[in-house]
């Protein structure tokens, strides 16, 4: 498989593994039109050649931490026909979970599973026509993250019910009519679910409208 002349944006710090990268790239035919040391040579070369493709390391200077997805973000609201594939030695999905969600032009691997050239380099070829390369153990991670986070985990059928109706704007009257249980029934269940979704009373913030927030956000 070969590049056949595209255009590439590189963005990698070390400077070893930037060359080493690039070798490879144009030994495969692709043309490697820039070679960033940091996320604003990257973003000014993506500007002025239009590449097919950016592959860039999250964490780049001056602080290596999220530089490089900066970056990205910003390539993707100004160059968004440029393909993006992240490169990291840690899993930080859930930084790159915006980006990632568009499924389009897009990937993300980690540096130590790259475990051979021809995966590395159809994983260029599978983001430039168009589709998204995401590591199966970050895909693992993202799962686990969300189920760790999803706030309506802890609710019983029955309380998912009673919060459903109390979205759509049913008083605890009429969820009581619609589950044909008692209004204090419905009462218990509200207050569960209010303990359950860790909503604590206070004099600034309905609790009831803040679990119809929660629960319509995590739909």
Same mark, same amino acid.
């Given at each position: 498989?070969?590049?056949?002349?595209?255009?590439?944006?590189?963005?990698?710090?070390?400077?070893?593994?930037?060359?080493?990268?690039?070798?490879?790239?144009?030994?495969?035919?692709?043309?490697?039109?820039?070679?960033?040391?940091?996320?604003?040579?990257?973003?000014?070369?993506?500007?002025?050649?239009?590449?097919?493709?950016?592959?860039?390391?999250?964490?780049?200077?001056?602080?290596?931490?999220?530089?490089?997805?900066?970056?990205?973000?910003?390539?993707?609201?100004?160059?968004?026909?440029?393909?993006?594939?992240? !490169?990291? #030695?840690?899993?930080?999905?859930?930084?790159? *979970? @915006? %980006? &990632?969600?568009?499924?389009? /032009?897009?990937?993300?691997? +980690?540096?130590?599973?790259?475990?051979?050239?021809?995966?590395?380099?159809?994983?260029?070829?599978?983001?430039?026509?168009?589709?998204?390369?995401?590591?199966?153990?970050?895909?693992?991670? !993202?799962? #686990?993250?969300?189920?760790?986070?999803?706030? *309506? @985990? %802890? &609710?019983?059928?029955?309380? /998912?019910?009673?919060?459903? +109706?109390?979205?759509?704007?049913?008083?605890?009257?009429?969820?009581?009519?619609?589950?044909?249980?008692?209004?204090?029934?419905?009462?218990?269940?509200?207050?569960?679910?209010?303990?359950?979704?860790?909503?604590?009373?206070?004099?600034?913030?309905?609790?009831?409208? &803040?679990?119809?927030?929660?629960?319509?956000?995590?739909?």
């Amino acid at each position: 498989m070969g590049g056949r002349g595209t255009r590439i944006a590189l963005a990698e710090d070390d400077v070893l593994l930037r060359e080493g990268i690039a070798s490879l790239l144009e030994g495969a035919g692709y043309d490697v039109v820039c070679q960033a040391g940091d996320a604003v040579e990257l973003v000014a070369s993506v500007r002025d050649h239009l590449p097919e493709i950016a592959i860039i390391d999250i964490r780049m200077p001056p602080t290596c931490t999220t530089e490089g997805l900066d970056a990205a973000r910003v390539i993707r609201e100004t160059s968004p026909e440029t393909g993006i594939l992240l !490169l990291s #030695a840690h899993i930080e999905v859930d930084h790159a *979970l @915006e %980006l &990632l969600a568009t499924g389009h /032009r897009v990937g993300y691997l +980690l540096k130590n599973r790259v475990t051979s050239v021809s995966g590395f380099m159809g994983a260029i070829e599978r983001i430039i026509a168009g589709d998204s390369v995401v590591d199966p153990v970050l895909v693992q991670e !993202l799962f #686990a993250a969300r189920r760790r986070e999803d706030p *309506l @985990e %802890l &609710l019983t059928p029955r309380e /998912r019910e009673v919060l459903a +109706l109390m979205a759509e704007g049913r008083s605890n009257a009429g969820i009581a009519h619609q589950l044909w249980i008692t209004e204090g029934t419905v009462e218990k269940h509200v207050r569960s679910i209010m303990s359950r979704m860790r909503l604590p009373e206070t004099e600034d913030d309905h609790r009831r409208v &803040l679990a119809v927030i929660t629960f319509l956000e995590a739909r």
